[in-house]
């Protein structure tokens, strides 16, 4: 079984003491031990006071964006060697990156390898825009994103990979669970592919785009989905804390925690 993963992409949002004020939160809300795993990445600004305040905690930490070089005259820029020492994972190719910074997938490739030689995991994000999908270019889309991002990487059970249709994220408009388990499946296929069916199988895939705590089961329930990766529904705890309550009752019923302790944060959400 794929280890299940929430992860949260907190943006351009938090200050060093609203973030660390968040994953307090957070951690104090999930309680007892949880068999999902969870990730929170905040600002660069962020790490290492949120690293501090996750000490003796499962909660994984990850930043958002690196560059491909290790070091040099890149002004502004955050190397892979800067954040080994940091954190564990890293999003790359996060389509506001892609569409808002001009980044392509030649150059997300540039940061996948950067990223492994560095020890980090990669939270590797596809996905469509509105007209592709609209014109049924969505396998067309994800399959060229994937094959040209990991163009000569060793593919492994480390990557994770993000499906997140562009015209879904931040509107409020999610895809329909049904349409990205198939999309997941296309994703699973080719990573297949560009490895093996071995451990293309191991390799889990998220969900991202408008997920909130009242759709979100919507998506984990599905075969392909092993999680999902959430923008602003993760800047609140207790929204944050009901989807993983969530993922664990679909995906390890047995383990049931209390419905008390999810009410009691959805009522005292700020």
């Known amino acids: 079984m794929r280890l299940p993963l929430i992860a949260g992409n907190w943006k351009m949002n938090t200050t060093v003491n609203e973030a660390v004020e968040l994953v307090s939160q957070i951690r104090k809300g999930i309680g007892g031990a949880f068999d999902v795993e969870i990730l929170v990445c905040p600002p660069f600004v962020s790490l290492t006071a949120v690293k501090e305040a996750l000490q003796g905690s499962a909660i994984k930490l990850g930043a958002q964006n690196l560059h491909y070089e290790e070091k040099g005259a890149f002004t502004g820029e955050v190397s892979p060697l800067m954040l080994a020492g940091l954190c564990e994972y890293v999003i790359i190719g996060h389509s506001e990156r892609r569409h808002i910074f001009g980044e392509t997938s030649e150059i997300v490739n540039k940061k996948m390898g950067a990223a492994l030689k560095a020890g980090l995991k990669p939270v590797l994000c596809i996905g469509e825009k509105l007209e592709d999908n609209e014109a049924g270019r969505t396998a067309e889309v994800v399959t060229e994103q994937l094959q040209t991002s990991l163009a000569g990487i ?38 297949a592919k560009l490895s093996s069916k071995e ?72």
């Open 199 to 270: 451990i293309a199988g191991e390799i889990r895939v998220l969900y991202g785009g408008s997920v909130t705590a009242e759709n979100v089961a919507e998506f984990l329930e599905q075969s392909e989905i092993d999680g999902a990766l959430v923008g602003g529904a993760s800047l609140k705890s207790g929204q944050f804390i009901t989807m993983i309550q969530e993922a664990e009752y679909i995906y390890f019923p047995n383990n049931l925690q209390s419905k008390d302790q999810m009410t009691w944060w959805n009522a005292h959400e700020e």
């Open 154 to 191: 060793n593919v492994s059970a480390e990557l994770v990979v993000a499906y997140e249709p562009v015209w879904a994220i931040g509107t409020g408009r999610a895809a329909h669970g049904k349409q990205v388990n198939e999309t997941a499946a296309l994703v699973r296929d080719v990573l």
